[in-house]
């Protein structure tokens, strides 16, 4: 496997000596600032990161001692146009997103229509019946969706995953470009980059939208598990960024169905919370009963229609990668469109034609648990040993509709700093959409995770990737700087 | 049949308690062979009671009160006119579909032994009615005496390893042992009844067949639940339908004595 062939976003297939024409000026810059200079640099942003404490854990380590995630100098460049047809999509899979969920919890006219197999939902533990008839303030399920996307040429963007519970990762978005813009203000010089500063405050839109009722002036709090958990900075990161109150489980209070926060002034009535906890710790009456973290009488309020909740509890159904290889279908089903977006080819090992042809090609495929994150549970066939091969095969005979499998894409590749200068690795991108009752937004940005290993095709943090900043270029003939796409549902 | 319920749910504790959250699942819902005549839910101090179904049909209470706290009474009264119907439910609010109920929860997983304690039970059943027959007598003699008691969490596995259970406990096995046979099955709390006082509602189980629907089995009992039985609540395993799930913050510790009366009215309604 490797990185011959692949489509470089920079420079095309043409190789460093002739970039995509679009991107000269980046080439330019890279050759005029020295390799120990982008270093420095380099250096000098995570620097900044460890001591603001932008760290992670990685999970299934002995020491699980808080990383950074690395950055790369090097930012990976979207054109107007790109972006504008990419927003296009996004948008369009967000609203299916919505719309299945809505269904799914509610009348399920898609199984009654036989488009998904109803097992693939009931035996699903992502299938919360706990809240299940329950509408959420404004019908509004998935705020804040996190659409991973891979690139294998210069039009070809493929969603390898939804992640529509409770997505991160978009501190490192608006860090990775306050970075950029402190240490390589001439890149902004020659580039006219659409901001991504204001997410916080269309987040902000974005919860007092779902407000219950007609509240002009919503009290909305951001929810965490507290200052050990691995994402703790970007929970204190949006709440201070967006003016609200951080708060932990025992701040809160429900009584009589309403969610009440403790303040220095007195008890005041919560009406949004963003949640950054998963939902088996969210309310101990209903989910787990050991759950230390969350708020006993939570799902009474979010029932009795006092409070919204984002994401809503029960949307792990959505971004599940069973129901993955239905969206095609689900985006069909919904919006009455093709997908503009398409989905990765997928195999469900659930069924017997695609589970032979699995097994007679894992090495050349990648194969995933079907409720796994993160990059945990997978086999990526190229790289494994015949050792993990025969493990995998083994455990996908046991328990075949646990997996999926996909073929070996040709990621694209980004100009990043290693030791003897650039040298392109494989990219993923992140970008967030957000969904309020007044319509859905998409941020001009994302997280671009890039593999640091030469060759590997794995980006997650967890496995040794790195983050970039991500530009999306404006159109030269706008006025202004537009700094958000809205689109009514 | 007239069925009278008499049920106190006192909590004691320790030291006194800041403030008590508590989701009842403590009233009846109406269904072909059962109707509920009246129902009250009442708490000796002064707290905030929110009625609302949840997503499995249940009727839930919530329930909240603040302290200082040293005892609380949740008192439930009613009355119920129930009819044979050999087991099967008709009419009830079911908002899932029978598919959900093949689904484990950590109280249901079958473990080691019990999957072939249940193929053994049931070789040579004639259809998936009979099959279930079996197993319900089969549990019921493997654990004759399989008491009202409350609940300590145990799980369905543990309890068969243990070879002592409540009544609680083989609706559990019977539950993890459907599910190994592939038919949907759940937990059902409710009431029996019976003159003695009891120390806990009663537990037992339904299964789904195919063309029939649910139908109730009392494993603890070796029977099929009759005018006798009063449905209360179902889940997916015992904890899902715990008559009384609560938190409290507060230091100290809790007593919880049950008082429970379920006695046959004179005459028909």
């Given amino acids: 496997m490797g990185t011959s062939g692949a489509f470089d976003e920079i420079w095309g297939f043409g190789g460093p000596d002739s970039p995509r024409p679009e991107f000269q000026a980046l080439s330019r810059w890279v050759a005029n600032t020295s390799t120990e200079e982008l270093h420095q640099r380099q250096q000098s942003a995570e620097a900044a990161f460890r001591q ?56 399920r006219r898609i199984l009654a229509e036989g488009l998904i197999p109803p097992e693939l939902i009931f035996r699903n533990d992502q299938f919360r019946p706990e809240v299940a008839g329950i509408r959420p303030p404004h019908g509004i399920w ?51 980059v659409a901001p991504v500063d204001s997410y916080p405050d269309r987040l902000l ?7 219950p009722g007609n509240n002009p002036d ?36 429900v009584d009589d169905d309403i969610v009440w926060v403790q303040t220095v002034g007195g008890r005041v009535r919560v009406d ?59 985006v069909r089903f919904y919006t009455g469109q093709d997908a503009k977006l398409p989905n990765v080819e997928t195999w469900r090992c659930r069924e017997p034609q695609p589970l032979k042809y699995v097994l007679d090609h894992l090495p050349e495929l990648v194969v995933k648990l079907v409720d796994g994150s993160g990059g945990y549970g997978m086999l990526v066939g190229p790289t494994a040993s015949k050792q993990e091969i025969a493990d995998f095969r083994a455990a996908l005979i046991a328990e075949p509709h646990r997996y999926i499998a996909q073929p070996t894409l040709a990621l ?78 | 049949m007239r069925i009278a319920i008499d049920h106190h749910s006192r909590y004691r504790f320790s030291k006194p308690q800041d403030r008590i959250v508590q989701m009842l699942r403590l009233t009846p819902g109406d269904t072909r062979d059962q109707t509920v005549v009246n129902w009250m839910v009442s708490v000796d101090c002064d707290a905030r009671l929110r009625d609302a179904t949840d997503g499995f049909g249940n009727a839930v209470t919530m329930l909240y009160a603040d302290g200082p706290l040293a005892a609380i009474d949740v008192h439930v009264t009613g009355e119920v006119l129930t ?27 079958p473990g080691t032994d019990l999957p072939g304690f249940a193929s053994d039970s049931v070789s040579g059943a004639r259809d998936p009615l009979d099959t279930l027959h079996r197993l319900n007598c089969a549990l019921h003699a493997r654990f004759p005496c ?36 592939q038919i949907p099955a759940r937990y059902v709390s409710g009431y029996r009844s019976d003159s003695v006082a009891q120390s806990a509602p009663h537990a037992w189980a339904e299964a789904h067949v195919y063309g029939l629907g649910w139908i109730g089995f009392d494993p603890a009992a070796g029977l099929i639940p009759d005018e006798r039985y009063v449905r209360v609540a179902i889940g997916l395993d015992a904890a899902g339908a715990a008559a009384i799930a609560g938190t409290r913050i507060g230091y100290g510790l809790e007593q919880l004595d049950v008082d429970l009366h379920v006695e046959q009215m004179p005459g028909d309604a």
């Avoid at chain 1, 296009?88 to 919890?105: C, K, M, S, T, W």
């Avoid at chain 1, 991160?168 to 608006?174: A, H």
Wanted: hydrophobic letters at 45%.
């Fill in chain 1, 272 to 330: 949004v919370i963003y949640r950054r906890i998963d939902d088996d710790f969210l309310d101990p009456l209903i989910f787990r009963p050991d759950s230390m973290l969350g708020v006993p009488g939570l799902i009474a309020a979010y029932r009795a229609g006092n409070v919204a909740l984002i994401n809503a509890p029960g949307n792990g159904i959505a971004d599940d990668k069973a129901i993955y290889s239905y969206m095609p279908e689900i």
């Fill in chain 1, 218 to 253: 919503p009290m909305c709090v951001v929810l965490t598990p507290g200052h050990f958990n691995s994402a703790y900075y970007e929970h204190s990161f949006l709440a201070d960024s967006m003016g609200i109150e951080l708060v932990e489980a025992a701040d809160l209070v």
């Fill in chain 2, 83 to 109: 009819t044979d119907a050999d087991g099967v439910i008709h009419e009830a609010a079911e908002p899932l579909p029978a598919l959900l109920y093949l689904r484990t929860t950590a109280r249901t997983a």
């Fill in chain 1, 412 to 489: 694209s590749t980004v100009p990043t700093l290693v030791e003897q200068g650039l040298a392109p690795r494989h990219v993923d991108f992140r970008p967030f959409v957000l969904t309020g009752s007044d319509g859905v937004r998409v941020v001009p940005g994302g997280l671009t995770r890039v593999a640091l290993r030469e060759g590997s095709l794995v980006v997650n943090s967890s496995q040794g990737g790195g983050t970039k900043d991500s530009f999306v270029l404006l159109d030269d003939r706008a006025p202004t700087q537009s700094q958000s796409q809205r689109q009514g549902l």
């Fill in chain 1, 52 to 107: 603001l404490g932008i760290t992670f854990a990685v999970y299934g380590e002995n020491d699980a001692a808080e990383r950074i995630i690395p950055f790369d100098i090097v930012p990976r460049l979207f054109l107007h146009q790109e972006w504008t047809s990419l927003s296009e999509g996004l948008v369009q899979r967000v609203q299916a997103i919505n719309a299945f969920l809505e269904d799914i919890y509610g009348e």
């Fill in chain 1, 142 to 192: 998935a705020h804040i969706c996190g659409i991973d996307l891979v690139r294998t040429g210069p039009d070809q963007f493929f969603v390898l995953e939804d992640n529509a519970r409770t997505p991160s990762g978009v501190s490192y978005m608006l860090e990775n470009r306050e970075a950029m813009l402190r240490l390589c203000p001439e890149l902004f010089r020659e580039f006219r």
């Fill in chain 2, 146 to 181: 399989a008491p009202d008691a409350p609940d300590t969490g145990t799980s369905a596995a543990a309890a068969f390893v243990a070879g002592k259970a409540t009544s609680r406990d083989v609706a559990q096995m019977f539950i993890a042992a459907a599910r190994s046979l």
């Fill in chain 1, 205 to 211: 839109e974005t919860m007092r939208s779902v407000a």
